[in-house]
C-alpha cells in the first residue's frame, strides 16, 4: 500500500476512495480499498491506497486524535509512503472542532510542517478563494451550512475557523501562486514550513487547480483536505511506474433493495421529495422515535412489505423542525436513538436477504457501516460525484453511501439502478 486516508466519517472516506480509484487527467486510478474502522488484521496484498473510516468528525477533540493515530500507525505498518487527512469539503467543524487538532496531531508523529490544507471540490461546487470557501456562487456561511444541526459553519474564512482550532498560525497559499504551478507551490510550502506553520490553507477554483497541488505534494508526507485533494495525487505513483494497473470488475446485484436517508441536507430532502412521487416511503418522526413509538422492527415491517420495489425510510426535517426537536430531547440523544434505529434495521434487512443499500447523511453511513460489519470494501464506478458504488464480499451486499449535500434530485433512483451493475 502506498497511499493511506484517514477519512473522518463514513460518506467522506466513500468520497475520497472514489477520486483515489477513478483517476484524472488521463491517468487511471488506484486499486483501492475502503475499510470500515481500524483493521485488526493486514491488508489485502492488491490494494495500492486504503481508506480508513472513522466516525470521529463530531466526537470530542482527544477522542478524534486517538483514533486517528491509531489509523496513522495501521496504514504506516502496510507500507505506506504518504498519508492523506480527509475531512468535509465544506469543513464540517464547530471552533473548537477536530480538524485542527487532528491535522496537528499527525503531523507531528510524521515529524512534518508546511502541510497544505485545502477542502475544495470544484465537481461539486466547493472552491476555495483567498482562503473563503465557496458552495456554488455563495460563501459557506449563507448555503444552508450555517443550519447544520451538528457542525453549524457561521464563517466562511478557513484560515480564521482553522486557527480557533489550532496551536499555531495558519498560512495560506493564494491563487496566484497556485496557478504558476507546482513548482511554485511546492517552494511556498516549504516557506511556510520555514516559518513555523503547520497548516497552510491553499486556494483552488478548478480541477486543474487540485492537480497543481496535487504534483506539488509528490514525496509530501501529509496531506490534508476534501476527496478533490486527492485528485491528483495517483499521478505521482503511476508516473514512477510501481502500480500494478490491474483492476477487479465491478460485480452488481439484482436482489432486494432499501434506502435509508438521515440527512437533514436541502439537498437530500429534495432527492426525497422527488423520489416520494413514484416510490413507498416511510417517515421517521424524531418525536415518535424518541418515545418509542417507532422502532427498528416497523423499519423492517415497512421495507418488506414493499421487497418488489425499493422503498425509502428517511429522518429529516426542514432547519425549523430540526432546532425544534434539538430543544426538546437534546442534539445527541436524538442522534444516538436515530444511529440505533437506522443501524439495527439496516442489520436485520441484510440479515434476511437484501442485496442492495443506499444510506444517505454521514452520521446514518457510520451508523450503518459499524452494524453491518462489512469488512474491506471494493471501489466501483461513480454513481454521482463523490459517491461511487461499494462492494462488500463479507456480506455480499452493494452500497452506496451519500453525504447529505451530495448527489443529483433523481439520485435516489440512479443510484439503485447503478447497483445492479
Known amino acids: 500500500m502506498l497511499i493511506g486516508t484517514i477519512a ?22 488506484l486499486n483501492v480499498a475502503q475499510f470500515m474502522g481500524i483493521p485488526d488484521e493486514p491488508a489485502p496484498l492488491d490494494v495500492e491506497a486504503g481508506v480508513i473510516s472513522l466516525k470521529s468528525r463530531s466526537i470530542p477533540a482527544g477522542d478524534a486524535i486517538t ?111 497556485v496557478r504558476s504551478g507546482s513548482t511554485a507551490v511546492a517552494r511556498a510550502l516549504a516557506d511556510q514550513a520555514s516559518e513555523g506553520r503547520t497548516l497552510v490553507i491553499a486556494d483552488a477554483l478548478t480541477d486543474d487547480d487540485l492537480l497543481i497541488l496535487g504534483k506539488a505534494c509528490a514525496g509530501a508526507r501529509l496531506v490534508t483536505g476534501g476527496s478533490g485533494i486527492a485528485l491528483g495525487l495517483p499521478a505521482n505513483f503511476i508516473e514512477s511506474g510501481r502500480l500494478s494497473q490491474n483492476r477487479a470488475p465491478f460485480i452488481g446485484k439484482t436482489g432486494p433493495a432499501a434506502i435509508l ?17 413514484d416510490n413507498p416511503v416511510m417517515a421517521v418522526n424524531v418525536d415518535d422515535a424518541m418515545h418509542g413509538k417507532v422502532s427498528a422492527a416497523d423499519v423492517v415491517a415497512f421495507v418488506e412489505r414493499n421487497r418488489g420495489s425499493t422503498p425509502l425510510v428517511y429522518s429529516s426535517g426542514s432547519p425549523e423542525d430540526v432546532a425544534k426537536a434539538q430543544r426538546t430531547h437534546g442534539r445527541e440523544a436524538i442522534a444516538d436513538r436515530l444511529d440505533s434505529l437506522f443501524g439495527t434495521a439496516a442489520a436485520s434487512l441484510v440479515g434476511a436477504g437484501l442485496e442492495r443499500l443506499i444510506i444517505a447523511g454521514g452520521e446514518t453511513s457510520g451508523a450503518v457501516a459499524q452494524a453491518l460489519n462489512l469488512g474491506p470494501l471494493r471501489i466501483g464506478p461513480e454513481i454521482d460525484p463523490g459517491v461511487p458504488a461499494l462492494f462488500s464480499q463479507r456480506r455480499e451486499l452493494v452500497l452506496a453511501f451519500k453525504s447529505g449535500n451530495f448527489g443529483r434530485p433523481t439520485f435516489f433512483a440512479d443510484a439503485a439502478e447503478a447497483l445492479k451493475g
Not at 473522518?8 to 486510478?29: E, P, R, V
Not at 436517508?261 to 422527488?274: E, H, K, L, Y
Open 8 to 29: 473522518d466519517d463514513f460518506t467522506g472516506a466513500s468520497d475520497i476512495a472514489n477520486t483515489l480509484a477513478k483517476g484524472s487527467a488521463g491517468h487511471d486510478g
Open 67 to 177: 483514533q486517528s493515530l491509531s489509523a496513522l500507525k495501521w496504514l504506516l505498518a502496510q507500507g505506506c509512503e504518504q498519508i492523506v487527512y480527509k475531512y468535509c469539503s465544506t469543513f464540517d467543524s464547530t471552533p473548537q472542532g477536530n480538524i485542527g487538532p487532528v491535522s496537528e496531531a499527525l503531523a507531528e508523529a510524521l515529524n512534518v510542517k508546511g502541510v497544505i490544507a485545502c477542502p475544495a471540490f470544484p465537481a461539486a461546487g466547493r472552491t476555495v478563494y483567498k482562503g473563503h470557501l465557496f458552495v456554488h456562487d455563495r460563501l459557506l456561511n449563507e448555503s444552508g451550512m450555517q443550519n447544520h444541526p451538528l457542525t453549524p459553519m457561521t464563517d466562511p474564512d478557513i484560515r480564521r475557523w482553522l486557527e480557533r482550532q489550532s496551536s499555531a498560525q495558519v498560512g495560506l497559499i493564494p491563487a496566484d501562486i
Open 261 to 277: 436517508a438521515g440527512s437533514c441536507s436541502g439537498a437530500t430532502r429534495q432527492q426525497i421529495a422527488i423520489y416520494a412521487q
